[in-house]
């Protein structure tokens, strides 16, 4: 009996938190299909009503995208009131934003890729896209061509150079979408800055194309009056809304006011500055940020009344939940073995060198501690990585739609490490270049001489020669000698071979 009492109450509240998404504005009488999965959305969100709007969004879509299912009514929904709030513009001068919270499944990529094709209808004909990776631009192409759009998309300002010739740009690259990361944003060439050239392409100041932030929580860190704590990305993001006043600004992310002091960020937004209760963005934070969490939810119903923010996503209705052992396989586990070695072995140099230096550091163990713990359980996730794929198969080939989840990505990983999306010669491996760096870092040398007398010692990682397939990364990095404290260690070298196992010292020829 008390465990039907605990599944009635979590039901009812999960019923209190969470409703089922309705669309009530005009796409529900284009013909348009209902979303393809239950969809929901907070129930304070669901309290309140869109704006009535007038835009006529058939202009520009044909209703072929409506009856062949092509775009569901939710979407259509986010596309009709992100192209009517881009009409309206705010006492600044500036063209208002709209923000686009829905979660995975949704189709916020759909929903951006109509919000261009109706700007392109009415003979915008640039549009700029910012995404967190340059890999993407082959999904936005897919969102394009999907609703039956052949626009040329651009993959990033790299594209740009190279079809730039003695006369000038090409003439097709003249116009499009221009799919760019935001990295591409702080970076330079030929002591010209990215974003210079970006504003060129798009027509200077007077630009009223689509200007998109997908993923724009990247842009979070931002903190007014002390540029120099924010990140270079956030504060490219602010300056290229500025040097843009007339774009249709439209952020999409599943998490962009996940914290009052995040949102720097939404210029756009019209939430402080003339014609608001708060002067400046500052003024705003010290007022919101020892509110609640509820504060957050009825900032969010606000945004929502104004029509100027959505949030929808996946319901979990009739969701059954289950819990699979992921079996190592022998392969497997003889990398986590070798990894352990590995790191073991990493130690053992670390205690060397403090003996044969004199020098120990506390700190350097404690860093050493954290980087293993970091390393091992992004090493856990990728080893469930064959079951989770088998299961995946195994449910399409049932029918099914497959969302997969990643609580751990290994983005703030990549991020800390510097790693860049491009070509590059081989996998790129997030816990590899964790191992490489550290031992980088901390048993790095001081070059006693310009000569580099000598062979330098080199850290060997791979795989025992009987193993069927490569289960390790092979490579060599250059690994370095300890200071040379004292004369009695004058000339010693220490290698670590992590393939043969052994931790080895060898003097200098």
């Known amino acids: 009996m008390a465990q039907e009492g605990d599944d009635g109450l ?117 549009h700029a896209w910012l995404s967190i990776s340059s890999d993407l631009h082959l999904d936005a192409q897919r969102d394009l061509t999907d609703l039956g759009c052949y626009i040329k998309v651009i993959n990033n300002v790299q594209t740009l150079d190279k079809e730039t010739k003695a006369l000038g740009l090409s003439s097709d690259f003249k116009e499009g979408v221009l799919f760019l990361t935001y990295s591409s944003l702080i970076s330079k060439i030929k002591g010209k800055s990215r974003i210079d050239q970006i504003v060129q392409w798009l027509g200077g100041s007077s630009f009223e194309g689509l200007l998109v932030f997908d993923e724009c929580h990247k842009a979070k860190n931002f903190t007014p009056g002390n540029e120099a704590s924010s990140t270079k990305i956030a504060t490219c993001v602010l300056e290229l809304q500025s040097r843009l006043p007339m774009a249709r600004v439209l952020y999409a992310s599943a998490t962009g006011v996940s914290e009052v002091g995040n949102m720097a960020y939404m210029d756009r937004m019209n939430l402080w500055g003339t014609g608001t209760a708060f002067q400046n963005f500052e ?60 790191w073991a072995k990493v130690k053992s140099s670390l205690q060397t060198v403090q003996v044969l230096t004199g020098k120990s550091s506390r700190d350097v163990m404690k860093t050493y501690w954290a980087t293993v ?10 080893l469930k990585v064959p079951r989770v794929v088998a299961e995946a198969k195994e449910a399409i080939q049932k029918g099914y739609c497959v969302v997969v989840g990643l609580q751990t990505t290994g983005e703030a990983a ?11 010669p081989g996998m790129v491996s997030t816990t590899k270049e964790m191992l490489v760096r550290f031992v ?22 791979c795989c025992e020669p009987t193993h069927e397939k490569e289960v390790l990364v092979r490579f060599v990095a250059k690994y370095v000698r300890a200071e040379e404290a004292d004369e009695g260690h004058e000339g010693e070298w220490i290698a670590m071979v992590c393939a043969k196992n052994l931790l080895t010292k060898r003097k200098k020829k």
């Open 10 to 126: 979590a039901e009812q509240t999960t019923k209190t938190v969470f409703a089922s998404y309705v669309c009530r504005s005009k796409p529900r009488l284009w013909g348009a299909h209902l979303h393809c999965g239950d969809v929901a959305e907070a129930t304070s969100l669901s309290s309140v009503m869109l704006p009535v709007t007038d835009y006529p969004l058939l202009d520009s879509l044909p209703r072929s995208l409506m009856e062949n299912g092509k775009l569901s009514q939710l979407q259509l929904e986010g596309i009709l009131y992100a192209c009517t709030k881009h009409l309206e513009l705010l006492p600044t001068g500036k063209r208002a934003g709209f923000f686009l919270g829905d979660g995975a499944g949704i189709g916020k990529g759909r929903q951006i890729a109509g919000c261009i094709i109706d700007s392109y209808a009415r003979g915008r004909k640039q």
């Open 283 to 342: 003024q705003f934070l010290s007022q919101m940020k020892n509110q609640s969490i509820s504060f957050l939810e009825l900032l969010a119903m606000e945004m929502k009344a104004e029509g100027k923010y959505v949030a929808r996503g996946l319901s979990f209705k009739d969701a059954e939940f289950s819990e699979i052992e992921c079996t190592l396989t022998p392969q497997q586990v003889r990398m986590y073995d070798a990894a352990v070695a590995v």
């Open 373 to 382: 713990q970091r390393f091992f359980k992004l090493l856990c996730v990728s």
């Open 414 to 424: 990549d991020a800390s490490l510097g790693l860049e999306p491009g070509p590059v």
């Open 440 to 461: 980088a870092k901390h048993l790095h040398p001081e070059e006693s001489d310009k000569g580099h007398e000598g062979e330098w010692p080199a850290m060997v990682w």
